[in-house]
């Protein structure tokens, strides 16, 4: 009697779809921002235009985010920095103080953070690598700071996403 082959059970190797990898290397490019998510983008859309610039869009700024969200959750407390909020220290002190202001503001004003975010979020201003960690040390509510994090992030991607189909159209 003959061994069944225990890959032939799921169909033999399993391969990953495209908006699967594309989120991935955005993830990790998001936890360690050692390369440009924008880059791989531009690469993405440039020799694969079969791909749909909307998924790519979507799928970077989904897996970006959820690499930000590691570091909200950090500034948060998840990951304690004595260092960072000890009021003893000069720097702790000012720190500490501006941490409480800003908490007071977002608690004040919610669509004015929302507002701020949404920009940080589509032209990068304030960076976004700075506002998410801030964002997490003021406790701004993840339901101020998703829903315009998403839609500025999608809106930056689609945009890059859609420049490479367009420069090709013009000149190659």
Request: hydrophobic share 55%; charged share 10%; glycine share 10%.
């Amino acid at each position: 009697m003959r061994t069944p082959d225990p890959g032939a059970h799921y169909g033999g190797s399993v391969e990953l779809p495209w908006f699967v990898w594309v989120a991935g290397v955005s993830f990790l490019g998001s936890l360690a921002p050692i390369f440009s998510v924008e880059l791989y983008l531009v690469g993405m859309a440039f020799t694969r235009p079969e791909l749909p610039w909307w998924g790519l869009a979507l799928s970077i700024a989904c897996g970006q985010l959820a690499g930000k969200l590691v570091h909200y959750a950090a500034a948060r407390g998840v990951v304690a920095l004595p260092w960072l909020r000890n009021p003893r220290s000069a720097l702790g002190a000012r720190i500490t103080g501006l941490v409480r202001q800003l908490e007071a503001l977002s608690a004040q004003r919610p669509w004015t953070c929302a507002a701020v975010v949404l920009g940080s979020a589509t032209v990068g201003l304030p960076p976004f690598t700075v506002l998410v960690p801030a964002a997490g040390a003021i406790r701004l509510p993840l339901r101020v700071l998703l829903p315009p994090a998403v839609l500025g992030r999608t809106l930056r991607f689609a945009v890059i996403a859609v420049a490479p189909g367009i420069f090709r159209d013009l000149y190659l």
